[in-house]
């Protein structure tokens, strides 16, 4: 091959150039950090390196929940203080989370995933795809059974829908086959796992979207 | 419920940079050979999903493929995704869809306009119509208006009714 030849494909690569980054976002108190405190064990079964990064109001509350909670190193969980509107930050300007994962990305060069929690927002937040690969919308029984119904662009639009606290159903009102069903119906088929996160019902499968949208093993 | 997997990772081509454009030069002579031959697979990609950098896809042969760019790169139309004596797999972006909607007046282009912005809508202008980047089905947008179509004020145009 002279100079002027196209280059062929670098020999393959064993690991991905830096880590994948996901999205994790839904209403205040739907169950982003649970869905985080469950899932990390589960990835870290896997072999899967992960860090965290928050988001909050003013506050650094869900990175030092997690800090706390002893199932990951505290140095892997960085915290963005929004200061404004949650989505702001994972949209329309994700500069902040942007140099969060990628401080993390260099501080951890193993790192396999970064997931970005959302500050807690309503049913139009959504991620830009500038700053994650894929993302999560977390919705929760307690919230009432007719989110789905009102079509929110975090509920059509996510890779993922997580239905959370599925075991309330029965104390909250709520009818679960038809959420579930309405929510099969807004997203036109489109995934959705429904979970108990505090009961660890169905992280597994969530680990296993996780792993077959972004990650090289499963 | 379950989950639809993938096809199996051990088999997946792992693409960790674009290698180059189909429009370059030299690159476009040899895929044009490679084509003759029988050698050139191709993966069509939704227009929304060209933002990511990491994501599964399949060619039209069948061979799987992670792609996982670094944060500086991009996918685009025409990316040559992996290069080999005798296989190339080149991105084909499919065509973006757009829903034109067209105002019966200036307080309604207002109206319209105030519903897009605050619904983070993707648009483009086109005279005095408006056209949505379709993310999903249109009826999911006209929904989010239909109170501007019942009342006259707005009205979703038909490509061939766009004169």
Redesign the interface.
């Known amino acids: 091959m002279n100079a002027?030849?196209?280059?062929?494909?670098?020999a393959?690569?064993?690991s991905?150039?830096?880590a994948?980054?996901i999205g994790i976002g839904g209403p205040v108190g739907s169950g982003k950090t649970a869905l985080i405190e469950a899932l990390l064990p589960v990835l870290q079964a896997r072999g899967v390196s992960v860090a965290v990064v928050t988001n909050d109001l003013v506050t650094a509350e869900d990175a030092e929940r997690l800090r706390r909670s002893g199932i990951i190193d505290p140095a892997r969980v960085l915290a963005v203080e929004a200061g404004a509107c949650p989505h702001t930050v994972i949209?329309e300007d994700p500069t902040l989370n942007?140099l969060a994962a990628?401080e993390l990305d260099a501080r951890f060069p193993e790192l396999d995933l970064v997931i970005i929690e959302s500050g807690g927002d309503n049913l139009?937040s959504?991620f830009s795809?500038?700053l994650v690969?894929?993302w999560i919308f977390v919705i929760d029984v307690a919230g009432g059974g007719d989110i789905p119904r009102k079509?929110g662009?975090g509920v059509?639009?996510c890779d993922l829908l997580v239905v959370n606290k599925v075991d309330l159903a029965p104390h909250v009102g709520v009818d679960l086959d038809v959420m579930?069903e309405e929510a099969r119906h807004v997203r036109?088929g489109r995934?959705?796992?429904?979970t108990a996160c505090r009961a660890g019902l169905n992280i597994d499968?969530v680990a296993?979207?996780i792993a077959?949208?972004?990650l090289?093993?499963? | 419920?379950t989950?639809?997997?993938?096809p199996p990772?051990e088999h997946a081509?792992?693409v960790?940079?674009i290698?180059?454009s189909r429009l370059?030069h030299?690159?476009g002579h040899?895929l044009h050979h490679m084509e003759h031959d029988g050698m050139v697979e191709t993966v069509r990609i939704e227009t929304?999903d060209m933002?990511?950098?990491?994501?599964?896809v399949v060619t039209d042969r069948g061979t799987a493929c992670?792609v996982?760019?670094?944060?500086s790169e991009q996918l685009f139309d025409g990316a040559v995704l992996?290069?080999?004596?005798g296989r190339a797999i080149v991105v084909r972006a499919l065509e973006q869809a757009w829903l034109r909607l067209r105002p019966a007046s200036l307080p309604d282009a207002l109206a319209l306009g105030y519903a897009a912005g605050n619904?983070?809508w993707k648009v483009r202008f086109a005279g005095g119509d408006i056209e949505i980047a379709l993310?999903?089905?249109p009826a999911?947008y006209l929904?989010r208006v239909r109170e501007l179509i019942a009342e006259g004020r707005v009205t979703p145009v038909d490509a061939a009714d766009e004169a």
């Open positions: 002027l030849s196209p280059r062929l494909s670098p393959p690569a064993m991905p150039p830096n994948a980054r949209r942007m990628d139009a959504t795809l500038d690969d894929w079509r662009p059509l639009q579930l036109g995934p959705l796992v429904a499968q296993d979207a077959d949208a972004v090289l093993r499963r | 419920m989950l639809q997997p993938n990772l081509v792992l960790s940079s290698v180059g370059d030299d690159l040899r929304r933002a990511r950098r990491r994501l599964r992670l996982a760019l670094p944060r992996l290069l080999e004596p619904l983070h993310e999903g089905p999911a929904d």
